[in-house]
């Protein structure tokens, strides 16, 4: 029980990734499964010219991942303390806390390179977007101006020869698209 089975939920902005991967640890259990939220492991803006970062793909810090991941079972972690406004890294802790447990489940535009299992979210673009301007309300946020470059990301998706266990669409509920992933992994 000490090796961990690394689960990647990946897909386009606005897709529902979070959301499942919040439903299929509560579906595993909290003392068996926890959420990455691989959004604040997003490498910084760095400073090279505005334009030319905003046509390339965001970029993850999958090291930083994987040190996580390295950490024994039942300790305490937590994400980097990001700001989405700026898209910088304030800190390498002081972000979303959790536990590392036997099941790690990230959520990411594009998936984990280490991951067990590929899980891929699909849903159109005008429902993707409509999900991140309610999501930047809620929240506060501005994400959706970085739409052009969230969706130069999810092209990744299709233009690498990335190998998805399943697919999964919004379109059906989440309990549903759980449901798939548990038999799978059976």
Partial sequence: MNDKIVISIC???GAGKSTLAKKLVKELGEDMASRIP??????????????????????YDWEMIQQVINTPIGL???TPDFDFNKL???NKTGGKPFTIRRYMIIDTML???????????TAPEDLRLKN????????KTNSARN?????????????????????????????????KIIDYLK
């Fill in 11 to 13: 897909g386009a902005a």
């Fill in 111 to 121: 998936p984990y390179p280490k991951s067990n299992y590929i899980f891929r979210m």
């Fill in 76 to 78: 305490a972690a937590e």
């Fill in 147 to 179: 739409w052009e470059k969230m969706e130069i990301t999810a092209k990744e998706l299709t233009s690498r020869k990335i190998r998805f266990n399943m697919e999964l669409s919004a379109f059906n509920e989440f309990d549903v698209n759980v449901g």
């Fill in 88 to 90: 910088l890294r304030i």
């Fill in 38 to 59: 691989g959004d604040y492991y997003l490498k910084s803006y760095n400073g090279e010219p505005l334009e030319d970062y905003m046509n390339t793909p965001f970029k």
């Fill in 132 to 139: 991140i301007k309610e999501r930047d309300r809620a929240q």
